[in-house]
């Protein structure tokens, strides 16, 4: 695993003494989106709540072909670039109002990760898109929000 930016936001609602923790799993998909607008609704419902924005790439293939036109080093920074843009899009939809936010980029398998930073994080519930990015039509849930329900010990919210 590798982590490559854990930054906090907007910060200072006031001191307490217990914070309750939200982990916002997002891959640039509408849905994640709509999970991130769910978690900010339940922010305004409980006091003292912190977001936890989380990006998962998977790693970029160790072997490239020898053929290809791409440059290695090219290849390997588009994960890392569209991350960045998923967390920017993510903050510019969080309110200025004091919210407390951190940000995170992670590199590899996306649901246990996702699931691993939660129980790490001591985050009361995880909110997630239904469907990602790589939508399919036929199923009623995304492969990746269903190995987070199977893995995490956290609750799940699953927002469609």
Do not use: N, Y
């Not at 994640?32 to 293939?61: C, G, K, M, Y």
């Not at 440059?71 to 200025?96: F, G, H, M």
């Amino acid at each position: 695993m590798q982590r490559r930016q854990a930054q906090v936001g907007v910060c200072d609602s006031g001191s307490s003494l217990r914070v309750h923790r939200v982990l916002v799993a997002l891959d640039g998909s509408e849905c994640a989106f709509r999970a991130l607008s769910a978690a900010i609704d339940r922010s305004r419902e409980i006091a003292d709540t912190a977001l936890h924005l989380l990006t998962v790439h998977r790693p970029p293939d160790t072997l490239d072909d020898p053929g290809s036109w791409r440059p290695r080093r090219r290849t390997q920074s588009l994960p890392t670039l569209r991350s960045d843009w998923i967390l920017r899009q993510a903050e510019q939809r969080i309110p200025i109002a004091g919210l407390q936010h951190t940000k995170e980029v992670l590199e590899g398998e996306p649901a246990k990760l996702i699931a691993q930073r939660a129980g790490q994080l001591r985050c009361e519930v995880i909110f997630v898109g239904a469907h990602g990015a790589g939508r399919t039509q036929s199923r009623d849930l995304g492969s990746v929000a269903a190995q987070v329900c199977a893995l995490s010990v956290v609750p799940v919210r699953l927002i469609k």
